[in-house]
């Protein structure tokens, strides 16, 4: 079982930048087994996937909310920790954040579906980011 704790949140000033990590723990925690991706959930808000990342072949997926302004990276040197960068953060990027995991699929399966929320079995706990005006 695979433990996944993110950190990193806080609040910001808009335009501000945050660097969330997502480490893991457990047994089979080695991201490189998985497909890992970055939700939020804003108040009243579905979660929604913004980033995700095929370890197999480093490919990524991003939101269009998000596009150009997040990034994901996977450690490689440790294959335990993964993180999101966000710059230029909005208001609207106020949520909670999750990392979560999901099982080893193909990458053609990932292409299809990168960061649908029912597809992922394995969710940390959350870090709060709040962005303000």
């Known amino acids: 079982q695979v433990q996944l704790v993110e950190s990193g949140g806080g609040s910001v000033p808009t335009g501000g930048s945050l660097k969330l990590s997502c480490a893991a723990s457990?047994?089979?925690?080695?991201?490189?087994?998985?497909?890992m991706a970055w939700f939020r959930q804003a108040p009243g808000k579905e979660r929604e996937g913004i980033a995700a990342i095929f370890a197999s072949y480093m490919d990524t997926y991003y939101a269009s909310a998000v596009q150009g302004r997040f990034t994901i990276v996977q450690n490689n040197g440790d294959r335990t920790l993964l993180y999101l960068q966000m710059d230029d953060l909005k208001p609207e990027d106020t949520a909670i954040y999750y990392c979560?995991?999901?099982?080893?699929?193909?990458?053609?399966?990932?292409?299809?579906?990168?960061?649908?929320?029912?597809?992922?079995?394995?969710w940390g706990q959350g870090t709060q980011v709040t962005v303000s005006s």
């Open positions: 457990g047994t089979g925690r080695h991201f490189a087994d998985y497909s």
């Open positions: 979560a995991t999901r099982p080893r699929i193909s990458r053609e399966q990932w292409r299809q579906s990168p960061a649908a929320a029912d597809a992922y079995t394995n």
